[in-house]
């Protein structure tokens, strides 16, 4: 079993869905209030759109440098946390309704 350390969390209110593009470089949330794009190594804000958006069918648009990206989700079921990695394992999101921990692989 991997171990992981946790790098960051991110405050957030109304969480929708998470995703994260195929190069797990950047991470999408979205909101009840809109879209939001991090750098996932920095876990920076790169992006925002106020446009209420949800997903269909487990998939959303991205934006900013994703914007002509369908990006896969996984949706939030409210009263449960939401565990998920990325496809390499190498990052480890825990999302509850207000807040998404971000955890890397350690070495």
């Not at 992981?4 to 991110?10: C, G, L, S, W």
């Not at 809109?34 to 959303?60: C, H, Q, W």
């Not at 309704?97 to 070495?107: A, G, H, P, R, T």
């Amino acid at each position: 079993m991997k171990k992981y350390e946790k790098i960051n969390e991110i405050p957030i209110g109304g969480l929708v869905a998470i995703g994260f593009d195929s190069n797990e470089k950047y991470l999408l949330l979205i909101t009840h209030s809109g879209r939001g794009l991090f750098e996932i190594k920095t876990m920076n804000k790169i992006a925002r759109d106020y446009e209420v958006m949800y997903p269909n069918n487990s998939e959303i648009k991205g934006i900013g440098i994703l914007q002509e990206e369908i990006i896969k989700v996984y949706e939030f079921e409210f009263n449960n946390k939401l565990e998920i990695y990325t496809k390499s394992n190498k990052y480890k999101f825990v999302a509850e309704s207000d807040s998404i921990e971000c955890f890397k692989v350690l070495l």
